[in-house]
């Protein structure tokens, strides 16, 4: 009867190709992956809350941007209030459901055009609107 001999080759695993394997997958996820940035057209310092979270980007979701005089803004263009009221429900007549805005007001801003744009968007229909503030104090 022949005798199996056992090597010490076969039992050792080489970690190289495994490794290889692993930097491979990371870099394609990171190329893969999407990036998206949150559209900043003004500079804005935003006030600071400490229970602030993150926000998921909403697809239809509009930006309405005060800076610290109270103007406002929509999309980086000056408009004003009556123009702003069209425009949002222009916006609620073709996404009923679902039609968000997020408001962005500089921390210096007085409170009032906050308001009013909070209070229009009540006036169209709009019931999901936000605040931003920036993270931690």
Excluded: H, W
């Excluded at 010490?8 to 080489?14: F, K, V």
């Excluded at 979270?53 to 239809?60: D, N, Q, W, Y």
Aim: proline share 7%; aromatic share 6%.
């Amino acid at each position: 009867m022949a005798k199996l001999r056992r090597t010490t080759s076969a039992s050792t695993l080489s970690l190289t190709p495994l490794i290889d394997v692993v930097f491979l997958l990371l870099i394609f996820f990171l190329v893969t992956s999407e990036f998206e940035d949150e559209e900043k057209r003004l500079d804005i310092i935003l006030p600071s809350a400490t229970t602030a979270v993150p926000m998921t980007g909403k697809p239809r979701e509009i930006i309405v941007d005060i800076d610290k005089e109270g103007r406002v803004f929509l999309s980086g263009q000056p408009t004003d209030y009556e123009e702003l009221k069209r425009l949002l429900k222009v916006a609620v007549a073709s996404n009923p459901t679902s039609q968000s805005v997020v408001i962005r007001a500089d921390r210096s801003t007085p409170f009032q055009p906050v308001v009013n744009v909070m209070d229009m968007c009540n006036q169209t229909g709009i019931s999901e609107y936000s605040v931003t503030t920036a993270d931690g104090p």
